[in-house]
C-alpha cells in the first residue's frame, strides 16, 4: 500500500508550516481565514471530515475563522434537507463557523457584474456553439483547441446577449459564456473556459430570479476574494483548476473589482479509506437500493452514520492527527480509523457488564434467594469515576462461550472440574452440566468458595487463571444489541482480484457546460466489478441479550464498554427504558487483522 508511513506516525501536515510562514512573513497581516465548501447535494462522509477537521482545525490553531459556505451552484441537485444535516455534522465535530454561514448563491449578483466586466475587458464573450461542438473545438491534452465562429463578436454585442441570456430570452444549451484566455493552453481548464450556462431552473434559495448559473471554477475563486478567505484548501484534482483561479481573481484585483492580499489555493490528497466507499454515488446506490437502513446505518461512512454507531468527534479529530496531510494520494487502513475510536472511547466509556450469548450457570450451594451487592469499578484505570453495586444470586447468566465441556489446550475458562473466577465475586469451581433435547448445554453447575470474595482478604488466596463475566438472572436486563462490522469484506469494493484501485477521486469542474459544476464524474471504469458484490453479509447481527440493569437507564448516545466485548452505544433512535438497544461501536481489538479472516 502507498502509505505515507513518515508523515503519518509524525502527524505532519504540510498546510500547518504553509500557514505558520504566512503568519510570520505577514501574508495577511496575521488573518487566517479558511472556508469548508460543501455542495448541498448529500450527506457528509469521513472524507469530508478530513477537510472539516483540516481547515476548521487550521483556523482554530491560528485564533482565525473558517466558513462554512454550501457552493450551491448547481440549481437542480440541491436540497435544503441537505444543507441542514450537513451544518449538523460539522458542529457535531466540534467546529463553529460563528456568523460565517454563507452560500455561493449570496455572491450572484457580483458574480454577474464580474462577468459584464470581463465582457467590458474583452476578456469574456458568448459562445452560441451546442454543447457538442464546444466539446470538439475544446482539444484534446495533445491537440490545442479551435476557435468557433463567435470568439470574436464586438463588446456590444457580447453584452446584449448576455443580458438576454439573463432575461430568459433563450432556451437551455444555446449559448454560454467563456472567459476569453489562451485556446492553446496545455492546461484545459484555461482554454476558454465556460463561466454561465443557461439552466432554466429554480434554485432553493434564489428561487426564479436566476436561469443563468455561474460554474464552479468562476464561483470559487471568486467568493474565496470577496469573504476574504486566505488560505482556499482543496483536494489534489483541483491542483490544474489554480491557474485559472489565479487568473480570475488577479484580473479583478488588477481591475480594482476584489482587494488584496488574495486567497491563494492549496490541494492536499483526498481521504481514502479501505473496506469503505466514498462516493456519492456509490453511498447513494447503498441507500436507495435498500443495502443498508438509510443514510444513518451505523455501518455508513457518512458522518450520520458514524454518530449512530457510536464513533466520536474527538476520535475523528485523533484520527486525522495521526494520517496527517499530505500532497501525495495514499490509503489508509480502516484499521486506524477503529483504533482511533478505540482508543478515544478507552478513555471515556464506563464499563458494564453484559451477557450477549447467555447460558444458565447454577451456583448450587449459593442460598436460594440471598443476594450479595458486589461493588465494580466504573473504570479500572480510573478510580474518580467510581464504583457501582451488582447484584450476585444463586442464578447467573455467563456467555456461552466461557464453559467448554471438551476444553481445548490453553482454554481457561468454565469446564468441568475447573476453577475460575466470577469478576468481582467468587471463585466457583465447575459441577456438572444439564443439556437439552438436542444435546445443547442448557445449565452449567458450579460450587462457589464463601473465602474468595473479591475485595477481601482471601480474594488473592489462591490464584486461578480465568476471569468470566455474568450477571444475576433475577437482575439482569433483555436488550436487543446490534452487532455491526465492516460493510465491505474485501479492502478495496469492486477492484478486481483485490488489487488495489485508483482513489476515488471526484471529477473536478467540467470546463464545459453539459456537465454540472464539480459532478463527480463516472468514476467507475467500464470492466470494474461492482462493487456492490463485496459487501459483508455479515456487516448487521442482531441479537437478544442480557445487560446491567443500570443500563436500562443508559441516555441515548450514552458510550459504555461492555467488558470483554468491545464499546457501545444506545442506539439514538431506538434505545428506550423499556426496551434498550445498543450498538456496537467496535470491538476491543482489531478482529480482521487475524490472519484465519
Ligand atoms: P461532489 O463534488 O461530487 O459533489 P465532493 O466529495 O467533492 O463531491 P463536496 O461537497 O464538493 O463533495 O466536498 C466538500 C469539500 O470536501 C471539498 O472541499 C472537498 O474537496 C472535500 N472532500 C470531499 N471528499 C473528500 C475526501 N475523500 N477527502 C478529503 N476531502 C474531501
Ligand atoms: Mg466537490
Not at 492546461?187 to 436566476?210: E, L, Q, S
Not at 487463571?465 to 462490522?485: F, Q
Request: proline share 6%.
Amino acid at each position: 500500500m502507498a502509505q505515507d508511513d513518515d508523515a503519518r506516525a509524525a502527524g505532519a501536515n504540510f498546510l500547518r508550516t504553509i500557514v505558520a510562514e504566512d503568519n510570520a512573513l505577514r501574508t495577511y497581516g496575521g488573518r487566517v481565514v479558511t472556508r469548508f465548501p460543501p455542495e448541498p447535494n448529500g450527506y457528509l462522509h469521513f472524507g469530508h471530515a478530513k477537510s472539516i477537521v483540516l481547515n476548521f482545525g487550521l483556523a482554530a490553531e491560528n485564533a482565525g475563522t473558517c466558513h462554512l459556505r454550501f457552493d450551491d451552484t448547481n440549481p437542480l441537485k440541491e436540497d435544503v434537507e441537505y444543507e441542514d444535516s450537513i451544518a449538523e455534522s460539522v458542529r457535531w465535530l466540534g467546529y463553529d463557523w460563528g456568523a460565517h454561514r454563507y452560500h455561493a448563491s449570496d455572491y450572484y449578483d457580483a458574480l454577474y457584474a464580474f462577468a459584464e466586466w470581463f465582457i467590458e475587458q474583452g476578456l469574456a464573450y458568448v459562445d452560441s456553439q451546442s454543447p457538442d461542438e464546444l466539446r470538439r473545438t475544446r482539444g484534446t491534452l495533445t491537440e490545442p483547441g479551435i476557435a468557433g465562429p463567435w470568439r470574436d463578436r464586438s463588446v456590444a454585442e457580447n453584452l446584449d446577449l448576455l443580458r438576454r441570456m439573463r432575461a430568459g430570452e433563450f432556451a437551455d444549451g444555446t449559448h454560454v459564456l467563456r472567459l476569453r484566455i489562451d485556446l492553446a493552453s496545455p492546461n484545459i481548464n484555461m482554454r476558454d473556459p465556460v463561466i454561465y450556462r443557461i439552466r432554466h431552473a429554480r434554485h432553493h434559495r434564489t428561487g426564479d430570479k436566476w436561469c443563468i448559473y455561474p460554474l464552479y471554477d468562476y464561483t470559487h475563486c471568486i467568493s474565496d476574494a470577496l469573504e476574504r478567505v486566505t488560505h482556499s484548501i482543496c483536494t489534489l484534482e483541483f491542483q490544474d483548476h489554480r491557474p485559472l483561479y489565479d487568473w480570475i481573481i488577479e484580473r479583478l484585483a488588477e481591475g480594482g473589482k476584489l482587494a488584496r492580499p488574495l486567497p491563494h489555493q492549496y490541494e492536499f490528497a483526498r481521504l481514502n479509506l479501505t473496506y469503505a466507499v466514498l462516493s456519492k454515488r456509490k453511498l447513494l446506490r447503498l441507500v436507495d437500493e435498500g443495502h443498508v437502513d438509510g443514510w444513518d446505518d451505523p455501518r455508513m461512512p457518512t458522518l450520520v452514520g458514524a454518530r449512530r454507531r457510536g464513533y466520536t468527534a474527538s476520535g475523528f479529530r485523533a484520527f486525522n492527527e495521526r494520517i496527517g496531510v499530505s500532497k501525495s494520494d495514499s490509503w489508509i487502513d480502516m484499521s486506524v480509523l477503529e483504533d482511533a475510536m478505540r482508543d478515544d472511547l478507552n478513555a471515556s466509556a464506563a464499563r458494564r457488564l453484559a451477557v450477549l450469548d447467555p447460558v444458565r450457570l447454577v451456583v448450587d450451594n449459593y442460598p436460594d434467594g440471598q443476594s450479595e451487592d458486589m461493588s465494580v469499578p466504573n473504570h479500572p484505570q480510573k478510580p474518580e469515576l467510581g464504583r457501582r453495586m451488582l447484584p450476585f444470586t444463586r442464578e447467573l447468566w455467563i456467555e456461552r462461550d466461557d464453559f467448554s465441556e471438551t476444553p481445548p489446550k490453553g482454554y481457561f475458562r468454565l469446564s468441568p472440574g475447573a476453577e475460575v473466577r466470577l469478576r468481582y465475586a467468587y471463585i466457583v469451581r465447575c459441577t456438572g452440566v444439564e443439556k437439552d433435547a438436542e444435546g445443547r448445554v442448557a445449565v452449567v453447575h458450579c460450587s462457589y468458595d464463601a473465602a474468595t470474595r473479591s475485595g477481601t482478604a482471601g480474594a488473592d488466596a489462591r490464584k486461578v487463571k480465568g476471569n468470566i463475566h455474568w450477571l444475576s438472572t433475577a437482575h439482569a436486563v433483555p436488550a436487543e444489541v446490534r452487532l455491526y462490522d465492516r460493510l465491505f469484506r474485501v479492502p478495496f469494493p469492486g477492484a478486481r482480484d483485490g488489487g488495489m484501485p485508483e482513489g476515488e477521486t471526484t471529477g473536478a469542474a467540467d470546463p464545459l457546460p453539459a456537465h454540472a459544476a464539480n459532478a463527480a464524474v463516472d468514476d467507475e471504469a467500464a470492466d470494474e466489478r461492482d462493487f456492490l458484490d463485496d459487501l459483508n453479509p455479515d456487516s448487521k447481527r442482531i441479537i437478544r441479550a442480557y445487560v446491567e440493569p443500570s443500563l436500562a437507564l443508559a441516555t441515548s448516545e450514552e458510550h459504555i464498554q461492555f467488558e470483554r466485548h468491545g464499546y457501545f452505544v444506545a442506539d439514538s433512535g431506538d434505545h428506550a427504558p423499556e426496551h434498550p438497544v445498543f450498538n456496537r461501536t467496535v470491538t476491543l481489538r482489531d478482529s480482521w487483522a487475524k490472519p484465519s479472516r
